[in-house]
């Protein structure tokens, strides 16, 4: 009697995980794979099946690099396995990645899809941080970027006492001549150019970003 329900109970489980069905009927929902972490079950309306990432990315449940899956480097996989040999192609370590151009201070860097290096720009202003597999503020990357050559704006010494710009001490606020998008705002004496970000401008009077109408106020 203990037997057969041993054996029953087995069976469900051998059931269970050599056949598991997508809990939902609807929509597409992605679940980690309980063992290797370079793959997962898609359900698509209720249809289940085992994919696999692309070489260089893993799956984490958050990851939208591609098909559901994340740059190696960004997914914590505990216990779960997987084989990390890269398929390396020009410029590309792995298939899928972000890799530097140089070693030097650089404001492009190269993002591989399918094994293809496709050059990519920083934002103005920011230059590749290896570490965050990113772009970054020059002055977070003093061992090999010149912010004053990144940004092109030398930050002053001194700021007049009266001046707007000393308001913001001690991180004076400068306007980029010709850019009323932008403003540059200046950490231990390196400039970093900040963006105003969609729907604002630079406002010269209060050197702020301001919203469009606002600006207008003071023409
Ligand atoms: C799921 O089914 C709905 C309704 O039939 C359909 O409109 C939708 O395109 C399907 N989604 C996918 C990903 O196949």
Not at 86 to 110: A, D, L, R, V
């Given at each position: ?43 698509t ?59 030097e ?25 290896e ?74 009077s ?14």
């Amino acid at each position: 009697m203990k037997m057969v329900k041993i054996f029953l109970v087995l069976g469900l489980i051998a059931v269970a995980t050599s056949a598991p069905t997508c809990p939902e009927p609807e929509g597409v929902q992605a679940y980690a794979h309980t063992q290797n972490c370079d793959q997962f079950f898609l359900c698509t309306n209720g249809t289940l099946t085992l994919e696999t990432c692309e070489n260089g990315l893993l799956f984490d449940g958050k990851g939208a690099v591609h098909n559901h899956c994340n740059y190696n480097w960004a997914v914590e996989c505990g216990t779960r396995q997987h084989d990390p040999t890269p398929i390396s192609s020009e410029g590309c370590e792995y298939q899928f990645g972000i890799y530097p151009i140089s070693h030097e201070c650089s404001t492009t860097y190269m993002k591989c899809a399918y094994g293809e290096a496709i050059p990519s720009e920083c934002e103005p202003g920011l230059a590749y941080d290896e570490r965050i597999h990113g772009c970054n503020w020059p002055d977070q990357l003093l061992e090999t970027c010149n912010p004053e050559a990144v940004v092109g704006f030398k930050c002053p010494t001194k700021v007049a006492p009266d001046s707007l710009a000393a308001r913001f001490w001690p991180f004076p606020r400068f306007a980029v001549p010709g850019d009323s998008k932008r403003l540059i705002t200046c950490v231990e004496g390196h400039p970093r150019l900040i963006s105003c970000g969609e729907d604002k401008i630079f406002d010269e009077s209060s050197l702020t970003c301001v919203e469009h109408e606002e600006a207008g106020h003071h023409f």
